[in-house]
């Protein structure tokens, strides 16, 4: 199957900072990228869908100024978590669309920590 | 999006066959029946899909039933690396870009 990468695959960081997390298509183009996050014991849930060149589509509930989402090329999509706080330690997760035939491929996930 | 039923957990034997059954009783008729796992702490891993008609690959079958609201995911031969939770998924469209909407999936425990 087509491969995802997502980078860093764990982080930690102190309230207040940012972070930015990568997803890569490597191996084919993604016209869409969603984002998932996942808390412990819990399914995903997704946050946004993201598409190439144009501006991200947030779920409801899900604040776009705190999490700034960026699809600037077919294969890159960053989501940054600004101004952390503890309850944003999370799972997340991204994944690519393959263009065409509609299922997607998922990156092995970020671990958040923020203390 | 048509949502879907599936039993919280399950439990197989080594070696044998695992049937996890899902509901999406108001599946739409364009609408594609997707199955993912999940290993703990790692991203969901592709199996399956299909629209109406049965399929397989080398990881698993797909049932689906003729009046397309419910569907069976086979693992012809169950392993220890296959206790994972798994998700059936019915694949929504909105403003043509086709999200993958995850409900509470089947924990299944193959035990040896």
């Known amino acids: 199957g087509a491969v995802v990468s997502q980078h860093p695959s764990r982080v930690i960081c102190k309230s207040g900072t940012s972070v930015k997390i990568e997803c890569r298509s490597l191996?084919?183009?993604?016209?869409?990228m969603f984002w998932y996050r996942q808390f412990p014991k819990q399914s995903l849930m997704l946050m946004a869908t993201s598409n190439e060149g144009s501006k991200a589509t947030y779920e409801q509930g899900v604040e776009k100024d705190k999490f700034l989402i960026n699809h600037a090329s077919l294969t890159l999509s960053t989501l940054t978590v600004t101004s952390a706080h503890p309850e944003d330690s999370s799972f997340y997760i991204c994944?690519?669309?393959?263009?065409?035939?509609?299922?997607?491929?998922f990156g092995q996930g970020t671990r958040l920590t923020v203390v | 999006d048509a949502k879907t039923t599936q039993p919280p957990s399950m439990d197989c034997a080594e070696g044998r066959a695992a049937n996890l059954p899902c509901n999406h009783s108001?599946?739409?008729?364009?609408?594609?029946v997707y199955w993912y796992r999940q290993i703990h702490s790692q991203g969901p891993q592709y199996i399956i899909h299909g629209l109406k008609n049965n399929e397989t690959n080398e990881m698993a079958s797909l049932i689906i039933t003729e009046d397309r609201k419910s569907s069976t995911l086979i693992l012809p031969h169950a392993t220890l690396r296959d206790t994972a939770v798994y998700y059936c998924i019915v694949r929504g469209i909105i403003q043509g870009a086709q999200k993958l909407v995850f409900g509470q999936g089947t924990r299944l425990t193959i035990n040896p």
């Open positions: 191996d084919f183009q993604a016209t869409t």
């Open positions: 108001t599946i739409s008729g364009n609408e594609y």
């Open positions: 994944s690519a669309r393959l263009t065409g035939i509609g299922m997607a491929f």
